[in-house]
């Protein structure tokens, strides 16, 4: 199955090291769940039979301890543009992103609103409606183009002195529009709010530069673009400014100064460790810790590069062979704007989703009519995406 596109592919020999890649199944929803590497099945067929197995509570002293924060250094330095000390991984991201809210809203004493937008996804929403009415805040809803995401004018016009803090998506999960997070920081920051950034849609596909942003926090989660598996814990990102202040509301003994002191009083040490609560989950971080070397060997802004042209191509596909169906795009055109997923629309998307997966061609459906094409960059081929696009066409032909 050769492609032209995958010949001048200077990573396409990565797409090998995936499991399943050399099937015929067409895999187009990387965005909510990445392939496993095969390095990752010996992984944890080695972790289960030696670390565990014969290092034993011995494994905490020596690498388990640790791992939250070493493996948060490495998405850090490899895909967030972070300096060591700001990224630790647990919880899930729902967990996480509670926590920072609540650490942010509680560092602006006094201000009694949450900007976010309408189309975020659903547990941004659900959690910041539930935080407002614990702590008596109001919710400032943007109100924002389904195909596209929020502005920086959007923004600029509802932020001021009431605003604690400004939460969004990077990459938003049903159109793929990037926000412009430098500028987006920098209109809250100029208000005096605060920023939190999910970057669940991003991490692995789109690089950030957090610490040259100034953004002030940040989460997202490892099971998509970080391959690491269902149930993969999510990382935090905390700036260095924030680490002796900023406080989170799950006190657990993970977070205190010394944990093994069992002592009376929680005292938040210094530092990112203050975000994570209980026992860390190491099991669910030996993929991430695999994907993210891959990234790192491949180079982020190559993996971004590929995924431009990626969703370049899935986008030229989708205007010669379904906008004669009526089939619309629902992501940006702009590729600066555009993440690492496109989205297509078209009334009857649902079932055409449905008769896909019965033939092994599995995007993934998100309403109003929205087929997803996720495209995660070192293990999606432009032959897989070809086949995937021209399964597409049968199948509206068929509904015709
Ligand atoms: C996938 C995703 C989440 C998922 O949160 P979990 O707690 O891992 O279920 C959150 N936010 C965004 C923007 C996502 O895309």
């Known amino acids: 199955m050769s492609h032209p ?20 199944l067409v895999y187009l929803d990387g965005n909510s769940l990445g392939r496993p590497l095969t390095v990752t099945v010996e992984r944890m067929r080695d972790f289960v039979g030696t670390e565990w ?15 939250p924060l070493s493996l948060g250094d490495e998405i850090g330095r490899v895909c967030l543009g972070a300096a060591p000390g700001q990224v630790a991984v647990g919880d899930s991201t ?20 949450i900007v976010i937008d309408g189309d975020n996804f659903p547990t941004d929403r659900y959690l910041v409606m539930g935080i407002a009415e614990e702590c008596g805040l109001t919710v400032r809803w943007l109100d924002v183009d389904i195909s596209a995401g929020a502005t920086v004018e959007q923004v600029a016009e509802v932020v001021g002195e009431q605003t604690a803090l400004v939460e969004l998506s ?19 920051h100029d208000a005096g709010a605060l920023v939190l950034w999910d970057l669940c849609h991003s991490v692995g596909a789109v690089p950030t530069r957090l610490d040259e942003w100034d953004v002030d926090l940040a989460a997202g989660c490892t099971y998509k673009y970080l391959n690491g598996g269902p149930g993969s814990p999510a990382f935090c990102y905390v700036a260095d400014q924030h680490l002796e202040t900023f406080t989170q509301p799950i006190q657990g003994w993970m977070g205190n100064t010394d944990p093994f002191l069992m002592g009376p009083d929680y005292v938040p040490v210094v530092g990112i460790r203050r975000f994570l609560s209980g026992t860390p989950a190491v099991v669910g971080m030996l993929g991430i810790r695999d994907m993210v070397a891959l990234i790192d060997e491949a180079g982020m802004d190559a993996v971004r590069k590929k995924s431009e ?19 619309a795009l629902a992501s940006p055109r702009d590729p600066d704007r555009r993440g690492g997923h496109v989205t297509l629309h078209h009334p009857r998307m649902r079932e055409v989703v449905a008769a896909l997966w019965q033939r092994d061609v599995l995007p993934d459906y998100r309403g109003p009519g929205g087929l997803r094409i996720g495209l995660s960059p070192l293990s999606t081929s432009y032959d897989e995406l070809e086949r995937g696009i021209a399964a597409v066409r049968e199948t509206m032909a068929a509904l015709a």
């Open 5 to 24: 596109l995958d010949d001048a592919d200077p990573l396409a020999a990565l797409r090998e090291r995936f499991v399943g890649t050399d099937s015929s």
């Open 309 to 327: 042209q990626l969703t370049a191509y899935a986008v030229e596909l989708a205007d010669e062979r379904l906008a004669p169906f009526g089939v």
């Open 94 to 113: 729902t967990v996480l992103l509670y926590k920072l809210i609540r650490a942010a809203v509680a560092a602006r004493p006094g201000r009694t609103e």
């Open 170 to 188: 990077h990459v938003a999960y049903r159109s793929s529009w990037i926000a412009d997070v430098p500028a987006i920081t920098q209109v809250a």
């Open 53 to 67: 197995g014969s290092r034993l509570i011995r494994g905490w002293d020596e690498t388990w301890f640790d791992l």
